[in-house]
């Protein structure tokens, strides 16, 4: 059972343009949603994160957009560049009834910024 | 330099033949994990450690055996390999996430496991 919905699968960006990478959850117990970046040959890195008691964050050309009634966020790169290009994945945890802790990723969307 | 180092990084073995992969942190980290990787399917959590002696399913366990005997070190061992355990291994490291939302993971490099 996925428990969050991550698309698309693949982007393809002119430079300049606006990338964004939509994610729905199913578990309304998930109280931290971050996007995590992860170049060919490298682990994943944490790019931004957001909790459910805001509605939006940003950090310099990234903006996570949260609606918690639709159970929905999404990740969008202003102005994005070739280097930005990356396979990029959306997360949710929550802690368990029995104080365990969980991390859900989505099935990662590959960018690809063109020049 | 903080780090979550991985070993090996590459890895190519016969079905039943046990390996192990190791798995270590030098951010003093309680919150340990093991994922794989797959194309499609994203990252699954197979086990993770809240702490010393302390580990816990995750949602791909099967297979699969850790020990967190050391705070730093979570090694990942296969007792007896499978072909559908081809896939990348990521181990990752946190401090202890808490009811204000989780913290960030550091991943290491990576396992590029092939089983044949």
């Known amino acids: 059972q996925q428990q969050v919905k991550q698309s698309p699968q693949s982007l393809i960006v002119q430079k300049g343009g606006i990338s964004i990478i939509n994610c729905a959850y199913e578990?309304?117990?998930?109280?931290?949603f971050p996007w995590y970046q992860q170049f060919p040959g490298k682990g994943p890195a944490l790019l931004i994160a957001?909790?459910?008691?805001?509605s939006e964050k940003k950090e310099g050309r990234f903006t996570i957009s949260f609606n918690k009634s639709a159970k929905q966020f999404s990740l969008h790169i202003m102005d994005s560049q070739p280097g930005d290009s990356a396979t990029y994945f959306c997360?949710?945890?929550?802690?368990?009834?029995?104080?365990?802790?969980?991390?859900?990723f989505g099935s990662g969307t590959r960018l690809l910024v063109r020049p | 330099e903080a780090q979550v180092t991985q070993n090996p990084r590459y890895l190519i073995t016969v079905t039943g033949k046990k390996l192990t992969v190791t798995c270590s942190q030098n951010?003093?980290?309680?919150?340990m994990s093991w994922y794989r990787q797959d194309p499609g399917l994203g990252l699954r959590q197979i086990y993770y450690?809240?702490?010393?002696?302390?580990?816990d399913k995750g949602d791909v366990p099967e297979g699969y055996k850790v020990s967190r005997k050391e705070k730093r070190n979570f090694p990942l061992i296969l007792e007896s390999p499978s072909p559908n355990q081809t896939s990348l291994y990521f181990c990752?490291?946190?401090?202890?996430?808490?009811?204000?939302?989780?913290?960030?993971?550091?991943f290491g490099p990576g396992t590029r496991l092939t089983v044949t």
């Open positions: 997360a949710a945890s929550a802690f368990g009834m029995d104080s365990s802790y969980k991390l859900i």
């Open positions: 990752a490291s946190s401090s202890t996430p808490s009811g204000l939302g989780g913290y960030e993971q550091y």
């Open positions: 951010m003093n980290h309680e919150y």
């Open positions: 450690s809240m702490n010393v002696e302390v580990t």
């Open positions: 578990n309304t117990a998930f109280d931290y």
């Open positions: 957001i909790r459910p008691d805001v």
